[in-house]
Protein backbone atom coordinates (compact mmCIF):
# COMPACT_ATOMS: atom_id res chain seq x y z
CA UNK A 1 0.00 0.00 0.00
CA UNK A 2 2.64 2.49 0.74
CA UNK A 3 4.37 1.99 -2.53
CA UNK A 4 1.36 2.67 -4.38
CA UNK A 5 0.95 6.38 -2.29
CA UNK A 6 4.30 6.72 -3.54
CA UNK A 7 3.63 6.00 -6.74
CA UNK A 8 0.86 7.95 -7.41
CA UNK A 9 2.79 10.61 -5.60
CA UNK A 10 5.27 10.85 -7.70
CA UNK A 11 3.46 10.68 -10.46
CA UNK A 12 1.56 13.96 -9.09
CA UNK A 13 4.60 15.54 -8.79
CA UNK A 14 5.97 14.77 -12.40
CA UNK A 15 2.71 15.77 -13.84
CA UNK A 16 2.20 18.97 -11.88
CA UNK A 17 5.95 20.06 -13.35
CA UNK A 18 5.49 20.26 -16.60
CA UNK A 19 7.29 22.98 -18.31
CA UNK A 20 5.11 24.74 -20.68
CA UNK A 21 2.96 27.79 -21.32
CA UNK A 22 -0.15 28.47 -19.89
CA UNK A 23 -3.18 30.23 -21.51
CA UNK A 24 -3.44 33.89 -20.48
CA UNK A 25 -6.88 34.91 -19.46
CA UNK A 26 -7.16 38.25 -21.06
CA UNK A 27 -9.17 40.92 -19.13
CA UNK A 28 -8.28 38.84 -16.42
CA UNK A 29 -4.73 38.04 -15.34
CA UNK A 30 -2.32 39.76 -14.76
CA UNK A 31 1.52 41.66 -15.42
CA UNK A 32 4.02 39.99 -12.75
CA UNK A 33 5.75 42.70 -13.04
CA UNK A 34 3.51 45.69 -13.44
CA UNK A 35 0.56 44.10 -12.10
CA UNK A 36 -1.41 45.76 -14.94
CA UNK A 37 -4.40 43.27 -16.35
CA UNK A 38 -2.98 42.20 -19.62
CA UNK A 39 -5.51 43.09 -22.07
CA UNK A 40 -3.73 43.04 -25.52
CA UNK A 41 -3.18 39.77 -27.20
CA UNK A 42 -0.15 40.75 -29.32
CA UNK A 43 2.56 42.25 -26.51
CA UNK A 44 1.79 39.77 -23.84
CA UNK A 45 4.30 37.27 -23.30
CA UNK A 46 5.05 34.67 -20.49
CA UNK A 47 8.29 33.23 -18.84
CA UNK A 48 8.19 29.49 -18.30
CA UNK A 49 10.48 28.00 -15.29
CA UNK A 50 12.26 24.77 -14.81
CA UNK A 51 9.74 23.34 -12.08
CA UNK A 52 6.78 24.83 -14.86
CA UNK A 53 5.96 27.96 -12.99
CA UNK A 54 4.38 30.34 -15.18
CA UNK A 55 5.13 34.29 -15.33
CA UNK A 56 2.98 36.47 -17.49
CA UNK A 57 3.41 39.94 -19.03
CA UNK A 58 0.94 42.34 -20.35
CA UNK A 59 4.23 43.53 -22.54
CA UNK A 60 7.42 42.20 -24.22
CA UNK A 61 9.05 45.09 -22.33
CA UNK A 62 7.76 43.89 -19.10
CA UNK A 63 9.50 40.71 -19.34
CA UNK A 64 12.32 42.00 -20.08
CA UNK A 65 12.73 44.29 -17.01
CA UNK A 66 11.80 41.88 -14.71
CA UNK A 67 14.85 39.81 -16.26
CA UNK A 68 17.02 42.38 -14.38
CA UNK A 69 14.88 42.50 -11.47
CA UNK A 70 14.53 39.18 -10.40
CA UNK A 71 16.23 35.37 -11.32
CA UNK A 72 13.29 32.92 -12.51
CA UNK A 73 15.53 30.26 -13.68
CA UNK A 74 13.81 30.78 -17.29
CA UNK A 75 13.66 27.93 -19.18
CA UNK A 76 11.15 29.26 -21.81
CA UNK A 77 10.53 32.84 -22.84
CA UNK A 78 7.29 33.35 -25.28
CA UNK A 79 6.14 36.28 -27.66
CA UNK A 80 3.14 36.56 -29.67
CA UNK A 81 3.86 36.98 -33.38
CA UNK A 82 2.63 40.24 -33.99
CA UNK A 83 0.75 39.26 -37.11
CA UNK A 84 -0.59 35.99 -35.89
CA UNK A 85 -1.59 35.89 -32.25
CA UNK A 86 -2.68 32.14 -32.55
CA UNK A 87 -0.16 30.80 -29.87
CA UNK A 88 3.30 31.83 -28.65
CA UNK A 89 6.66 31.60 -30.19
CA UNK A 90 10.00 31.38 -28.88
CA UNK A 91 11.22 34.72 -28.16
CA UNK A 92 15.13 33.71 -28.39
CA UNK A 93 14.37 33.18 -32.09
CA UNK A 94 12.63 36.28 -32.75
CA UNK A 95 12.49 39.42 -34.51
CA UNK A 96 11.57 42.44 -32.71
CA UNK A 97 10.16 45.93 -34.07
CA UNK A 98 10.19 49.33 -32.36
CA UNK A 99 8.14 51.70 -34.13
CA UNK A 100 5.97 54.33 -33.98
CA UNK A 101 3.21 52.62 -35.44
CA UNK A 102 3.17 49.98 -32.63
CA UNK A 103 1.61 51.17 -29.79
CA UNK A 104 2.70 48.25 -26.45
CA UNK A 105 1.10 48.56 -23.55
CA UNK A 106 4.17 50.11 -21.96
CA UNK A 107 4.96 52.49 -24.42
CA UNK A 108 8.48 50.97 -25.69
CA UNK A 109 6.14 50.71 -29.01
CA UNK A 110 7.96 47.24 -29.46
CA UNK A 111 6.16 44.00 -31.04
CA UNK A 112 8.17 40.72 -31.59
CA UNK A 113 7.87 38.90 -35.36
CA UNK A 114 8.54 35.16 -35.96
CA UNK A 115 9.94 35.94 -38.99
CA UNK A 116 12.59 38.29 -40.21
CA UNK A 117 10.95 38.69 -43.42
CA UNK A 118 7.64 39.54 -41.93
CA UNK A 119 9.74 41.65 -39.56
CA UNK A 120 11.48 43.56 -42.79
CA UNK A 121 7.97 44.00 -44.33
CA UNK A 122 6.43 46.06 -41.26
CA UNK A 123 9.43 47.70 -41.40
CA UNK A 124 9.43 48.89 -44.97
CA UNK A 125 5.66 49.92 -44.54
CA UNK A 126 5.96 51.41 -41.13
CA UNK A 127 9.55 52.55 -40.19
CA UNK A 128 11.49 51.68 -37.23
CA UNK A 129 14.24 49.75 -36.11
CA UNK A 130 14.75 45.74 -36.03
CA UNK A 131 16.42 43.63 -33.06
CA UNK A 132 16.99 39.93 -32.03
CA UNK A 133 16.96 38.97 -28.37
CA UNK A 134 19.83 40.06 -27.28
CA UNK A 135 19.85 43.39 -28.85
CA UNK A 136 16.17 44.32 -27.51
CA UNK A 137 17.66 43.11 -24.01
CA UNK A 138 20.15 45.37 -24.35
CA UNK A 139 18.21 47.98 -25.82
CA UNK A 140 15.83 48.30 -23.21
CA UNK A 141 18.37 48.10 -20.40
CA UNK A 142 20.12 51.20 -21.79
CA UNK A 143 16.87 52.95 -21.82
CA UNK A 144 16.78 52.54 -17.71
Not at 103 to 117: I, T
Not at 126 to 144: P, T, V
Request: contains cysteine; aromatic residues 12%; charged residues 25%.
Amino acid sequence: MKKIIIYILSIMLFISCKVEPKEINFGQDACHYCKMTIVDKPFASEIVNSKGKVYMYDAIECMIKNLENENLDAKMYLVYDFENTTQFINALESHFVISNKIKSPMGENLAAFKSKSSADKFLENNGGKLFNWNEINNHLKKDE
